[in-house]
């Protein structure tokens, strides 16, 4: 059995809840697909496509899933330089509509924005119908003020869309064929389906019943949600986004999709939205990707980057099918009769004299903290005593450290020498960090009680 493989209960375990989510949910048919560390590990399907069952290669439209992969092309912009997070769409748009939504707010579904496009219903009506981006949203286009609030805008997307075309001076489909999909192995992803795909169906709410949908082009829509593919792809591009960026984009940009940029849309605190990518709460697990809906179909991934796994699953027919319960259920099963192994612990391969003159304990005046020297040549700062700001840093180069998380990310740990050059104190942003508490005591700020310690 391959390392990566699952067991044979897990696997049954995994078709019996596809199954039920088939059945229960009177969809046509459902597929999903399970990597683990980075490695597929299984697939499986209930019902038909065609009078059979659908397989590996059956694409189906994965709707807003596609604004994901979009997001991609924008940040790839980004990185080039060719625009800024921070530029109004109208600075390379100018005929866009609401022309001082920023790229940023575009990407985060903070631009305020309205929701959908002018009758007609442009998920169920031929992209010709919106022929140009100025019949893309209503007017007025706003329907909040920009930045304050999220409000999901397909619209939105479609600004994004072609800013990618216009700036890369080819469609953005093509754009993301070469820089994503192709890297990746995606290989049945495409802006049109292909021999076999699943047709779209509407099931009747009160009889078993079903009826075909129609499948447009969204023309300049499509960047909102007119891809199609399948379990596998969706989970190849859903390993990637949990990752490093594996040279489609720089490691911080990665982050920075995956990062929060609007506030969780409820009390119980179970959803965000960073650049282009949902960030999903189901218990105690967070789970980041997208999900996609177009008239006929439902579509999923996410990963659990602290699981390791990543589960994508799709349906050709709206209903009351939770396919967010489904993905969440489906980790579920991996990680509970399958936990993953601990990473082993191994020493560094080579630490530095100046990382090493750091460890120990330090004081922030009374309060204790430990920086520790990890393996990948980080500093991690935990507190010893109490409860307090834990954080990583990691080295910038010239004699300081940055901050990669929590409420140092960004903040910079500088170590300062007396005039005999020995290691004297640290500095946090305006903090001072000693060896004894408040001691010495020429390098405190606001000074010491002549008195001292007392009893």
């Not at 969440?328 to 099963?333: R, T, V």
């Not at 004894?436 to 010491?448: F, Q, W």
Request: charged share 20%; net charge negative.
């Amino acid at each position: 059995m391959p390392a990566d493989a699952i067991l044979p209960e897990t696997a049954h375990a995994l078709q019996h809840r596809v199954a039920r989510a088939q059945r229960d949910g009177r969809v046509p048919s459902v597929v999903a697909a399970v990597a683990r560390r980075g490695a597929p590990v299984w697939f499986g399907s209930a019902g038909a496509v065609e009078g059979a069952a659908p397989t590996e290669d059956t694409q189906y439209r994965v709707g807003s899933i596609t604004k994901t992969m979009v997001a991609v092309g924008v940040l790839r912009l980004v990185e080039r330089g060719q625009i800024g997070l921070a530029d109004p769409i109208g600075a390379h748009l100018p005929d866009a509509p609401a022309p001082d939504s920023t790229v940023y707010q575009l990407l985060s579904h903070t631009a305020g924005l309205a929701a959908e496009t002018p009758p007609p219903w442009w998920e169920r009506t031929p992209g010709t119908e919106r022929p140009s981006l100025t019949d893309v949203l209503p007017d007025p286009p706003l329907h909040h003020e920009p930045g304050r609030v999220f409000h999901y805008s397909n619209p939105g997307f479609g600004l994004l869309g072609a800013l990618v075309a216009a700036k890369s001076g080819r469609p953005w489909p093509d754009v993301l064929a070469d820089k994503l999909w192709r890297p990746l192995g995606m290989a049945r992803t495409g802006y049109l389906p292909t021999v076999p795909h699943a047709s779209g169906w509407a099931v009747h709410p009160w009889a078993d019943v079903v009826l075909p949908e129609p499948a447009h082009d969204s023309g300049l829509l499509a960047a909102a949600g007119q891809l199609w593919s399948t379990p596998g792809d969706l989970c190849r591009f859903g390993v990637w986004l949990a990752g490093d960026g594996r040279g489609i984009l720089r490691t911080d940009t990665v982050a920075q999709m995956r990062a929060p940029a609007v506030a969780p849309g409820d009390a119980a605190w179970s959803g965000s939205y960073g650049l282009g990518v949902q960030i999903l709460r189901f218990g105690d697990r967070v789970l980041i990707g997208h999900t996609g809906s177009m008239p006929g179909f439902l579509a999923i991934v996410v990963s659990s980057i602290e699981d390791g796994v990543t589960v994508a699953a799709q349906a050709n027919a709206w209903s009351q099918l939770a396919l967010g319960s489904l993905a969440a259920d489906l980790i579920a099963i991996v990680c509970e009769r399958e936990p993953s192994l601990p990473q082993p612990w191994m020493p560094a391969e080579s630490v530095s004299a100046e990382a090493m003159e750091l460890v120990g304990p330090w004081y922030w005046g009374a309060a204790a903290v430990g920086l520790s020297l990890r393996a990948d040549g980080t500093l991690r700062m935990a507190p010893i005593l109490d409860a307090g700001r834990a954080a990583t840093f990691q080295a910038a180069g010239d004699g300081r450290w940055v901050g990669l998380d929590g409420y140092y990310h960004g903040e910079y740990l500088e170590p300062r020498r007396d005039e005999d050059g020995r290691l004297s104190h640290l500095e946090l942003c305006s903090y001072v960090l000693t060896r004894k508490p408040y001691d010495p005591p020429e390098v405190i700020p606001g000074g010491l009680d002549l008195g001292g310690w007392l009893g």
